[in-house]
């Protein structure tokens, strides 16, 4: 009797893991709040008032905090201008979106095209 009821429990206990585990919204989900934060942000960085002669590309490591605010972390960029530009438009700065996502830290891509 209590191997019947050892092998019932180990069958839920089975059946309730592959259950939760499978959630294929979770990821569709997480993808458009990825896409809604990264319009965001490229909102937040139009217009840019600087004076370059090339197009720079670099990357922004940006934390989102549990108030829905960014804070960048870093810049891989050698131009101090373009560090403290983004760093100016993006710190501190609200978001619209309600991200619940596991992940609060974003690598996002940035290109700024001279004379725009």
């Known amino acids: 009797m209590k191997t019947i009821k050892s092998l ?3 069958a839920i206990m089975a059946v309730s893991t ?4 499978s959630n294929p919204n979770a990821a569709e989900n997480s993808k458009i709040e990825n896409q809604k934060i990264g319009k965001e942000i490229q909102a937040l960085l139009e217009n840019p008032r600087l004076e370059i002669n090339e197009e720079i590309q670099t990357h922004a490591m940006v934390a989102l905090t549990d108030n829905g605010e960014l804070v960048v972390l870093s810049v891989e ?3 101090e ?3 403290a530009y983004i760093k100016n438009r993006l710190n501190y700065k609200k978001i619209g979106c309600n991200y619940k996502g596991s992940d609060d830290l ?3 891509p940035v290109r700024i095209k001279p004379g725009v």
């Open 8 to 10: 019932v429990l180990v």
């Open 18 to 21: 592959v259950v939760t585990a």
């Open 77 to 79: 960029s050698t131009n």
């Open 81 to 83: 201008a373009v560090q």
């Open 106 to 108: 974003f690598k996002v």
